[in-house]
C-alpha cells in the first residue's frame, strides 16, 4: 500500500470534514456579523478634529512595523541562502558581536521612548479642558446595564449639577434637584444629536457597573467607573452622518446589545431637534402640574 494513502477509514473522515465545512459555508452565512461596507481593510473614517492625530499615530506605527518587518525577513532570507550548507565549506561558531548587541537594543529603545512622548502628547490634547470655545456645548451621559442616558441643558443654556449621592430610585440620574439649571434640562434614551463643527464636552458617568464609551470614527475611547465623574471627554466633529455609542467593556449578559444612535447634524437640524425636544419638556412638565394639582383638590 502507498504510503501517501490513507486508510479507508481516515478518508471517508476527511472527506465527511471537508463536506461539512462546505455545508457550513454556504448554509450558514447568516449567522454572520454585519459586514462592513466601506474601509474594510482599515479602520472605519475618521470624522472628529482630535482623531487626525490618533491616525497619524496609528499610520506612523504601521509604517515602522511594514518597515522593520520587511529588513528583518529580506536579512533572514538572504542569510538563509548565502550561508546554507555547501559541500567543502567548513560551519564557523559566532560567539556574538557586541556592537552589533548594542545597536539592536539601542534602537528599538529610543524608537519606543518616541512613541511613549508622541502617544502621551496626543493623549494630552484629546483630554485637555482648559480652552475649549465659549459655545462649547456641554452634555452629560450615565451609562447603566444595558443603555445609556444622555442629558441636554434646556433653555438657559446651562447643565444643571449632578452626583453620585443623589441616586434613588426616582432620580436615576442622580440629577441635582436644588439646582435651579437642572429644572429645564432633558433627557434622551440610546440617541444623542449633536451638531457638526462644534465643540462637545461630556461628562461620563455609570450607575451600577464599569461601561466603556466607544465610538470607532471619532477615535474616542473612554471606560467609566461607578463612583467617578470622568470629566475630561471632548471632541469637535468635523463631518455629518449617523454613528453608533458602543459599550466595550464586558458588563453583563446584555453587554452585546448596550448600544446607542449617535446623530451629527447641521447647525440649522439640531436647532429644530433641540427646539422640538423642549417642547416636550413644557408640555410634559405642563402635564405633570395638572396632574398635581388635581390630586390636591
Request: charged share 20%; aromatic share 12%; hydrophobic share 40%.
Amino acid at each position: 500500500m502507498s504510503i501517501f494513502r490513507l486508510p479507508r477509514a481516515s478518508r471517508y473522515f476527511s472527506w465527511g470534514s471537508i463536506l461539512t465545512a462546505i455545508y457550513l459555508s454556504a448554509f450558514c452565512v447568516s449567522t454572520e456579523a454585519a459586514l462592513r461596507d466601506s474601509n474594510l481593510w482599515w479602520s472605519p473614517p475618521n470624522v472628529t478634529e482630535g482623531g487626525k492625530e490618533v491616525d497619524a499615530l496609528l499610520m506612523f506605527i504601521f509604517g515602522l512595523t511594514t518597515t522593520v518587518f520587511i529588513l528583518v525577513m529580506g536579512t533572514l532570507i538572504y542569510c538563509l541562502f548565502r550561508y546554507q550548507r555547501r559541500p567543502g565549506v567548513p560551519a564557523v561558531y559566532s560567539h556574538g558581536n557586541n556592537t552589533l548587541e548594542i545597536v539592536w537594543t539601542t534602537v528599538p529603545a529610543l524608537i519606543f521612548i518616541g512613541l511613549w512622548i508622541w502617544s502621551n502628547d496626543a493623549w494630552r490634547k484629546l483630554q485637555n479642558t482648559a480652552n475649549m470655545p465659549e459655545d462649547t456645548l456641554r452634555l452629560e451621559i450615565v451609562a447603566e446595564q444595558y443603555g445609556w442616558h444622555i442629558r441636554y441643558p434646556g433653555e438657559d443654556g446651562i447643565l444643571g449639577n449632578s452626583g453620585d449621592h443623589l441616586y434613588t430610585d426616582e432620580n436615576k440620574l442622580g440629577i441635582d434637584q436644588s439646582d435651579p439649571a437642572s429644572h429645564d434640562d432633558f433627557v434622551t434614551y440610546n440617541e444623542m444629536t449633536i451638531p457638526v463643527n462644534r465643540h462637545v464636552h461630556i461628562l461620563l458617568r455609570s450607575r451600577d457597573v464599569i461601561h466603556a464609551f466607544y465610538v470607532p470614527e471619532f477615535r474616542l475611547y473612554q471606560d467609566t467607573v461607578p463612583g467617578r465623574k470622568i470629566t475630561w471627554l471632548n471632541f469637535r466633529p468635523i463631518a455629518t452622518g449617523r454613528f453608533t455609542i458602543a459599550c466595550s467593556q464586558l458588563c453583563g449578559v446584555g453587554h452585546y446589545n448596550m448600544q446607542a444612535k449617535l446623530n451629527v447634524v447641521t447647525p440649522e437640524e439640531y436647532t429644530a431637534w433641540i427646539k422640538e425636544k423642549q417642547q416636550q419638556k413644557r408640555a410634559t412638565k405642563s402635564i405633570s402640574t395638572s396632574q398635581r394639582a388635581l390630586a390636591s383638590n
